[in-house]
């Protein structure tokens, strides 16, 4: 089965206090996107991957390409308004067979066993999602207040989230909600199942100074 | 209005691959523990410190404050089987009047202003507990499966979780619940209501070997 990566940087740096989009931030010397494309090139080298940018910093991930002599083979694709939008134009740059994983481009720890895994469950199953359980107690807002709720019930979700091709480009035809708040959502309120597996605490989101400094410590082991 | 703060510290090293409990494993040169008591003593050395360790570990912790020099004033006392039986240990020796700050001993990252804020807070409201936003997209079991929720809707909690010592030494006159999974679902069951504040992510739980290394590069900012 023919396998894909959608890489999604959409990110502007704003959260960072830096006038670099996020994504090109450095991490062990490179633009940490280029180490999140060269997880997916590691893991398995004929997955197809496909880079969703904002239009404003094709150019610049160009020449970052060129200065860092970045040779992982990916297309480009125009990213749109949101980040729904944005993967809705990668989804239909695929033909309707074979399997996509969709992943945050500031997620560059995830590991090829979870980027294998999660090919294979989707094979299996159409969804696989990449989740952990919260390691605090948690609680849910209720009239005015906030009440106490079971942790084991709850998974805190993250990506590689990875689908049937056809199940995923058929949800992304439905209009944007509000509620889509990632790619599992827009797939299970087209009447998608969701499976997950079990993600790794080490594939951070790098939204912060401080998540940038982790990751490179995580990198360092 | 007098302050307390009672610092659990239960922890046995399993899921560190150590043998040695969590809360002495070295952070900064020193064992992590006395870093929290050291936060709490910064932030007002007024509050009156009570420990809570495992009568294995009493000793232990006695001769390493001879080896490290450690001075800040504080109670020992003896923990209980579960994290419930070792606070109320601790509630039972407070007066009833005043505040007590209760916060886990694998928290050395505590900030004075979160330390401060807690007490300002539970002097209003009865409680304050700090609560962080979680940053990833949510999903609920359901049936053997799982759904989306509003993450908006959600609050990772951590401690200090500080409560009118009235009010916290009834709620732990309650028998003990396997809901109890922190110090803020005791006071809730007993009728308490829970002032959240915003906590901060840097506040770390320490349980794992990276979580040690991360609080190292954190606490070097």
């Not at 398995?44 to 040779?71: G, M, R």
Request: hydrophobic fraction near 45%; proline fraction near 5%.
């Amino acid at each position: 089965m023919n396998k894909y990566a959608i890489i999604v940087a959409g990110g502007s740096g704003s959260r960072m206090g830096s006038e670099t989009p996020k994504q090109f931030l450095l991490l062990h010397g490179k633009p940490l996107l280029m180490l999140t494309l060269a997880a997916f090139f590691e893991a398995d080298a004929s997955v197809i991957i496909n880079l969703v940018l904002p239009k404003s910093q094709i150019s610049v991930w160009l020449s970052l390409c060129e200065t860092y002599h970045f040779k992982i083979p990916h297309r480009l694709i125009e990213g749109g308004q949101t980040r729904f939008q944005s993967v809705r134009n990668a989804i239909k740059m695929l033909p309707s067979n074979g399997l996509v994983a969709i992943h945050d481009g500031v997620r560059p720890l995830v590991s090829s066993q979870i980027i294998l895994k999660s090919f294979e469950i989707a094979a299996q199953n159409g969804s696989a999602v990449a989740a952990v359980k919260p390691k605090d107690s948690i609680r849910m807002a209720k009239e005015n207040q906030t009440i106490a709720v079971d942790r084991n019930q709850y998974f805190l979700v993250q990506t590689p989230q990875t689908f049937a091709i056809g199940l995923i480009k058929m949800a992304f035809l439905q209009d944007e909600s509000p509620n889509f708040t990632d790619d599992a959502s827009v797939f299970e309120a087209n009447g998608g199942k969701i499976t997950l597996f079990e993600g790794d605490y080490r594939n951070i989101k790098i939204t912060t100074p401080e998540d940038l400094t982790i990751a490179s410590v995580i990198l360092r082991k």
